[in-house]
């Protein structure tokens, strides 16, 4: 696990600062896409949601996910990762990056919007 994440709950993690890391140091298939499957209390599909969780792939974005109600049960979040942001890196990171909720936010001080349950990289079908 790399910076920007609160010490491990019972069911998840807190991202507890604007961008969180994880650093993986395994070997993937060359030439292959991956999926990266996250299980997320609050990373739920939302059309209401004010705030946004960048995902990043070695620097690339391949998603934006909204926030949702803590409330909410966690969802199961499925990403395609292309080969080619995967193909020159000898380890892989994964980033999510807060993105404010609009002007003057991020004066209002950082209040966190996701938490990851479990995170998997596998190879695509």
Do not use: Y
């Amino acid at each position: 696990v790399g910076c920007g994440w609160g010490r491990r709950q019972a069911t998840h993690t807190w991202g507890v600062a604007e961008h969180a890391g994880i650093r993986l140091r395994t070997r993937l298939e060359p030439g292959r896409d991956q999926l990266l499957l996250l299980k997320a209390p609050l990373l739920e599909p939302s059309p209401s949601a004010s705030r946004r969780v960048g995902v990043e792939v070695n620097g690339v974005e391949i998603a934006e996910l909204p926030c949702a109600d803590p409330g909410r049960r966690p969802s199961m979040v499925n990403l395609r990762v292309p080969a080619r942001v995967l193909a020159h890196a000898p380890e892989t990171t994964i980033s999510f990056r807060t993105k404010p909720r609009g002007a003057g936010s991020e004066a209002d001080g950082f209040d966190p919007c996701f938490a990851l349950r479990t995170l998997e990289l596998r190879p695509a079908p």
